[in-house]
């Protein structure tokens, strides 16, 4: 029972576009969200975070939305570069605000950003 | 972020043995984790590693297939036990509660591939 999925396994966007890459969970516990990002050989990198209390925020490039009555989340790239092609995981936690733990992960989406 | 290192980085081991894998953080840290990724699969918690005491473990994985050390603040060890090619994955630990923030970060993770 996967309780946080990522329907697309795969992304390909050409450079400048937008990059939207969807998140849904289903445990109506999670209050915590985030993004990494994973480069072969290499463990994730975080990228951002939302708590459940905000719909929407922002880091440079990166803006994450999240639309709890959906229990579905957003990552936005704009615009996409080259060096943003990775496999970008979701993960939830039941836990905000002393520290994210119990991360549960989605099995990832790999973008491919096309010069 | 932490400057997270694991030992070995890959290894392949024969069915029925045992391999231990190290995790150093360059600064003390509140929380270390282990987690383990399948071929195809998301990351999956393991344990959360707890300093000077018995490691506390997620649904489905026990002390005698994966125990798990945690000296001080600073080093992990998680042993793969009487391994078998199911247990061919990447090992991942990571932490929380750095200087640098709250959020989870992760090591490079280790590549076993078991024959």
């Known amino acids: 029972d996967q309780q946080v999925k990522q329907n697309s396994p795969s992304l390909s966007v050409q450079e400048g576009r937008i990059s939207i890459l969807n998140c849904d969970y289903t445990n109506s516990m999670f209050d915590y969200f985030l993004w990494y990002k994973k480069y072969p050989a290499e463990g994730p990198t975080f990228l951002i975070s939302i708590s459940s209390i905000k719909d929407k925020n922002e880091d440079g490039r990166f803006t994450v939305f999240l639309n709890k009555s959906a229990k579905h989340l957003s990552l936005h790239i704009v615009p996409s570069q080259p060096g943003d092609s990775a496999v970008y995981f979701c993960a939830a936690s039941p836990y905000s605000g002393a520290g994210s733990y119990q991360l549960t992960f989605g099995k990832g989406t790999k973008l491919s950003v096309i010069p | ?115």
């Open chain 2, 1 to 115: 972020s932490a400057v997270i290192s694991q030992k070995p980085s890959r290894d392949i081991c024969q069915r029925g043995t045992s391999l231990t894998i190290q995790c150093q953080v360059d600064s003390q840290v509140t929380m270390m984790f282990w987690y383990r990724q399948q071929p195809g699969q998301s990351l999956t918690l393991i344990a959360t590693a707890n300093q000077g005491s018995e490691a506390t473990y997620e649904s489905g994985f026990v002390i005698d297939k994966f125990p798990i050390s945690r000296p001080n603040l600073t080093f992990s060890t998680l042993t793969v036990s009487n391994m078998s090619p199911e247990d061919s994955s990447i090992y991942l630990c990571s932490v929380v509660g750095t200087l640098k923030g709250n959020e989870q970060f992760f090591g490079p993770g280790t590549r076993l591939t078991v024959l």
